[in-house]
């Protein structure tokens, strides 16, 4: 059952709708409980970074949902064009790598960390952009 690109593009943009709610209730919480969370040094502000974070995933999945609906777009399985673009496996792994570390980021100047956490945090989602990427290379080079 071949999938069509449209459905995938509306999938991932619910991923993406999905990541942002979650950053926008993590930003409701620390915005209750902001005077009871002393182990975090900048409670006080730490909620606006999830809340610029969730608005940034929430405007990537509206931009991807868009992008579903182009047809100008969307590319026949069976077109030549897309074992070309099949080939491009680092890009979606690029995209991906850049938004977490640069969400990890944006998240750990708004807490005021700047411990060990943030450098296994930053370990851990170098580790997962890598993995990422190996994966969509296995799987282009599978569909290939």
């Known amino acids: 059952m071949k999938v069509s690109m449209e459905s995938k593009y509306k999938a991932v943009s619910v991923i ?4 942002g ?7 409701g919480v620390m915005f209750i409980m902001r005077g009871d969370m002393p182990q ?22 509206v931009a991807t949902y868009c992008m579903a609906g182009d047809k100008n777009a969307m590319i026949e399985e069976n077109d030549e064009r897309a074992k ?3 080939g491009m496996a680092g890009n979606p792994a690029f ?15 708004f807490m005021g960390y700047a411990n060990a956490a943030v450098m296994i945090t930053f370990m851990c989602l ?11 290379v296995w799987y282009y080079s599978k569909k290939m």
């Open 16 to 19: 993406w709708a999905i990541f």
């Open 21 to 27: 709610a979650l950053f926008f209730a993590g930003a």
């Open 40 to 61: 975090m040094p900048r409670a006080d502000i730490a909620y606006i970074g999830f809340l610029v974070v969730g608005a940034i995933f929430v405007i990537i999945a």
């Open 84 to 86: 070309m673009i099949s």
């Open 95 to 109: 995209v991906i790598q850049t938004v977490l570390l640069c969400s990890a980021l944006f998240l750990l100047c």
């Open 126 to 136: 170098i580790a997962v952009s890598v993995f990422v990427y190996f994966i969509l």
